[in-house]
């Protein structure tokens, strides 16, 4: 069992950054893929950012590309996502998921509660 508790969400302005953090719990985490995913308000839920459990693989979507970086320690049990040039589009509450299938799909194990980002133009 993986329970995933985000944090580091916020208030930005256009342009700015946020460094979002995911702590997991559970000693299996290290051999887990992980992901982030963003909603907003009568939308799906959307992929993000995915990072292979090893940290040596990693796929983006088109819309964070070159702005967004997932990065994780596993000897800390932690993921990240770095956002730069932040812009209003990104404004979503952004989840941390995790489980043993490499997907970009919402196919993941567990997930944690989100955490809201909001971008100011």
């Known amino acids: 069992q993986v329970q995933l508790v985000e944090s580091g969400g916020g208030l930005v302005q256009a342009g700015g950054s946020l460094r979002l953090s995911c702590a997991a719990s559970?000693?299996?985490?290290?051999?887990?893929?992980a992901a982030w995913f963003r909603q907003t308000p009568g939308k799906e839920r959307e992929f993000v950012a995915a990072?292979?459990?090893?940290?040596?693989?990693?796929s983006y979507a088109d819309s964070v590309q070159g702005r967004f970086t997932i990065s994780r320690d596993n000897a800390k049990n932690m993921v990240y996502l770095q956002m730069n040039s932040l812009k209003p589009d990104d404004t979503a509450v952004y989840y941390c998921?995790?489980?043993?299938?490499?997907?970009?799909?919402?196919?993941?194990?567990?997930w944690g509660l989100g955490t809201q980002v909001t971008v100011s133009s």
């Open positions: 990072i292979r459990w090893s940290g040596g693989w990693t």
């Open positions: 559970g000693r299996t985490f290290s051999n887990y893929n």
């Open positions: 998921a995790a489980g043993p299938i490499w997907t970009t799909t919402q196919g993941y194990d567990y």
